[in-house]
């Protein structure tokens, strides 16, 4: 089992950034392969980043690709995720997940453990 909890959400103007962190208890995160998503009001949820379990991977979504920045730190069992240059599309509450498979995950279906959210709001 896996408990994982987000920190870092909050309001923001178009243009900053926001660190979001993932805590992560009862397994050590360098035995996961991790992922945030992201769910805006009335949407489904949808990918942000991932990074595989050896860390030497990433993939991210077109949406944030050259903004966000998928890292862990397998000392202190995070994962951040940092944002940069945000937009109010950006919009929406942020999730940590992980999954046991080595590889790279990029469908929500695909991921076993799941933090309870952290909201981003960019105003413009």
């Known amino acids: 089992q896996v408990q994982l909890v987000e920190s870092g959400g909050g309001l923001v103007q178009a243009g900053g950034s926001l660190r979001l962190s993932c805590a992560a208890s009862g397994r050590t995160l360098s035995s996961s392969a991790m992922g945030w998503f992201r769910q805006a009001p009335g949407k489904e949820r949808e990918f942000v980043a991932a990074?595989?379990?050896?860390?030497?991977?990433?993939y991210y979504a077109d949406s944030v690709k050259g903004r966000f920045t998928i890292s862990r730190d397998n000392a202190k069992n995070t994962v951040s995720l940092q944002m940069n240059s945000l937009k109010p599309e950006d919009t929406a509450v942020y999730y940590c997940a992980a999954h046991t498979k080595p590889a790279i995950r990029s469908r929500s279906s695909e991921y076993d453990y799941w933090g309870q959210g952290t909201q981003v709001t960019v105003s413009s």
């Open positions: 990074m595989s379990r050896s860390g030497g991977s990433t």
